[in-house]
């Protein structure tokens, strides 16, 4: 979408004439990278822009072990800070340049190295407290929204690939390098919920495949981890809850990394994994998914689910609430109708939003009265695909707590 | 046969493994088969010793890679044999190899590659391949379905083991039947206790007993008092599934029990009574639970009706209520 472009285009003048590096624009994400996701592609570069003050002269090479700054010092970084401000680029560049500065944030563009590529210098490789503030820094940028979540979403997209490839490349497999990963995964769930609330057309729907392919590599990498951790007697004490969101994601679309089946992961799985709390409530969720049990499928979401959970499923919802219209339209009596009030109960949605998803699915709403309902056996039911992604479910737990 | 060595307990150098790789390049030379039988003996020695070397390298603390080496071995053996000639007929073994392998080590994705080469490459025809490889083959590979839950190939692969399995071999048939069962569950059809008590497959006895009585409570103890063993198989996830059929089963009984006292109104179940025998079950569920489930199960076509919402009443067909599976997955 225009903005999208627009504000990665400004993304990217400002990244260049910050650092100095020349990225590319209209970089190209692949459906299927390679292993660990090697870089973002060949890029070109892009001129600054005539008032943007030049890149500052880059520092003598830094040794191994202090991280490698570009970046312009303090006083230069207010300045830009107090001249772009008001300007529609000005927080990008604010940000980029920010990021650039010794006091906190090294935020370096995806497009720096590739795996295989040579000439890979060692103080080229961010070690783990650097990406570690980097992780925190882009978490803070998560909150920001001041621009569409779309544009948020691909600059932390393409940051965290490039965190996560610098650990790969340093083969770091301790409780840091796991802690940073749940942290990317975390972003990508919250990515999964906000992608699916804000955009219903073709080009997010792509943004929404490409970001769960990416969790889901990045949930598959850290399952390896949890592996090699476990060998050394050590244990994060959120595994659990990240091997059920492997289970939750069950319920969407199939992508090609799930290939083996969902009965052959749990037989490589130790039992204290697959009966913990967080397990059991994944898999008694996909079990009343397929049960029909629609009921007992929302209140244990409603009940149970921790944040990340319940952030995870919140896309699949409407499909799983489309589902439920579908048995009762084909299961049900047709001269008794079916109350919208109730359903919209079970299957916790506010009304006015079960009418439009009844409506979706090719259903006639009647009315008696102040009395909303739809008539089973309609022949015009059809589920839609794709459906509109759900606002969650209605009832809040703070509410009922 | 090289033996690890005494003093430190590491495996020897893979002083077989090139010993296999000069025998491979000279089989790849001659052209009979005349030493397929050895090169089988060395594919099944190579696989035995790379496991005892990786079960050794972990008890030692190392990463234990001789079996990874060992598949990648037999790939280049299967490729010396997945030739236009005599050689072929020898290929399933070093398949079968392959899988044990694969399976071993949990990279049973790899298993796909070799099952293309034989199932669609023109150079192999299936029936040519002796009976034992022919057994084997369809056992991993009808394994493969049940992880995947096409239960209907699953069922013809399976089936196709056991009758072909030679009848003095209890173990290997016990092996068949451990995933057989499940499979035949899905689709309806229920083993005797006699085969499940001779083949010692009593994990099972319990689940049929659920199926044959519509208790739900006894399938779900049975699910959770076996969890592990039936998780580890890959086999959970097909009995879970049977839940619905034991729900069909519970409202057949009901409908028999109601016909007996009341013929004429016994098409109606009243969804309160179904919430008052789970509850007797010791299961807690609401009438809109019950109703979600009966819509699930008319759908899905194990109950012929409809059920009346504003009533809260279950009204069956008044011919064949409850149609059978036929040997069809629900």
Known sequence: PPRSRHGAKLLNRAWTAATGRAIGAGATRAATPAAEDGGAGVKTAAAPPHNLLPPPPLPPRSSPATPRRSWAPVPTCARLRRERRGSGSGIWLCLSVCAATPCARPVPSPSRRTISSTGIQASDIRPLPVLRETMDYLWHLLNSSEYPFEIVHDFIFDRTRSVRQDLSIQNLVNDQAIGIYEDVIKFHILSHQRLARSCQDSDASSLCYLNTEQMMKCLLSL????????????????EAEYYSFFVLLHMGCKIPKMANSLSFWY?????????????????????????????????????????????????????????????????????????????????????????????????????????????????????????????????????KR | TPTPSAASGTPTPPSRRLLGSAFLQEFRNWETPWAMEAMHMVALEIRLLAEKADRELVMSGKNPDKLQAAGSFLMKVFGALAVKGPKRVGALYVTCQLFKIYFRLGTVNLCRSVIRSIETARNFDFEDFPVKDKVTYMYYTGRLEVFNE??????????????????????????????????????GVLPRRTLLEKYNLLEYADIVTSLRRGDLRLLKQALDRHEDQLLKCGVYLVLEKLELQVYRRLVKKIHIIQREKEPSKAHQIKLEVLVKTLQWLGITMDVDEVECIMACLIYKNLIKGYFAHKSKVLVLSKQDPFPKLNGKPV
């Open chain 1, 267 to 399: 037989s490589q799985l130790p039992a204290s994994i697959v009966r913990s709390k967080e397990m059991i409530f994944a898999r008694t969720i996909l079990r009343c998914y397929h049960l029909g049990n629609f009921k007992r499928f929302f209140c244990m979401i409603a009940d149970e689910a921790t944040e990340l959970q319940l952030c995870l499923v919140e896309p699949f919802l409407n499909e799983v609430r489309a589902r439920a219209l579908m048995y009762l339209n084909h299961s049900g009596y047709k001269l008794q109708h079916h109350p919208l009030t109730h359903l919209s109960d079970i299957l916790m949605i506010e009304e006015l939003e079960l009418e439009d998803l009844c409506r979706i699915c090719g259903l006639e709403i009647s009315r008696s009265g102040d009395t909303k309902a739809f008539a089973p056996k309609q022949t015009t039911f059809s589920l839609p695909t794709p459906l509109s992604k759900s606002s969650g479910i209605y009832i809040s737990r703070e509410i």
């Open chain 1, 223 to 238: 399952f390896d981890m949890y592996h090699t951790i476990h060998k050394i007697n050590s244990q994060s004490n959120k």
């Open chain 2, 150 to 187: 096409n239960f209907l190939v699953a069922d013809q692969k399976l089936t196709y083991a056991l009758m072909h399995c030679n009848p003095q071999s209890e173990s290997n048939l016990r092996k068949i039947l451990k995933f057989l069962i499940p499979v035949k569950l899905s689709i």
